[in-house]
């Protein structure tokens, strides 16, 4: 992650937050 900026746009114009996706594991989504 950069320091508090957004990621750079992906081709399509959106941003992601990329993170492992690893880290989802156990996390509660509802």
């Not at 750079?8 to 990329?18: D, F, I, V, W």
């Amino acid at each position: 992650m950069n320091a508090g900026q957004l990621p750079a746009p992906e081709t399509n114009g959106k941003r992601y937050l990329k993170f492992p996706l690893n880290a989802l594991e156990g996390a509660s989504w509802g």
